[in-house]
């Protein structure tokens, strides 16, 4: 078993940053794969980013491509989302997720994650 439990989130102004964190135990992540996702209201679960836990290998949703980036502390068991220049429509529940890395082709596909944090909240007012 994996247990995750985010933090970071808040309100914050259009324009601000937040570094979001995710802390991971139950288990080592060698063969794993790390995803941060969100949710809007009314909205289906969209990727964020991911990154590979052994080899650091990462990818981000092209719509948050240089605003957001993936990291993680292995010594730390931490997953991070550092996101820059908010917008308001980047309002949603954002949550971390882990599963075994089964191949690129799937690492972006929330239905694909066996663990899930609770989630944390994050609100960019105008």
């Known amino acids: 078993q994996v247990q995750l439990v985010e933090s970071g989130g808040g309100l914050v102004q259009a324009g601000d940053s937040l570094r979001l964190s995710c802390a991971v135990s139950g288990r080592t992540l060698g063969n794993y794969v790390m995803g941060w996702f969100r949710q809007a209201p009314e909205k289906e679960r969209e990727f964020v980013a991911y990154i590979t836990w052994s080899s650091g290998r990462t990818n981000t949703a092209d719509s948050m491509k240089g605003r957001f980036t993936i990291s993680r502390d292995n010594a730390k068991n931490t997953l991070y989302l550092q996101m820059n220049s908010l917008k308001t429509e980047d309002t949603a529940v954002y949550y971390c997720?882990?599963?075994?890395?089964?191949?690129?082709?799937?690492?972006?596909?929330?239905?694909?994650?066996?663990?899930w944090g609770q989630g944390t909240q994050v609100t960019v007012s105008s």
């Open positions: 997720a882990a599963k075994v890395d089964i191949g690129v082709g799937y690492r972006t596909r929330p239905s694909t994650y066996q663990y």
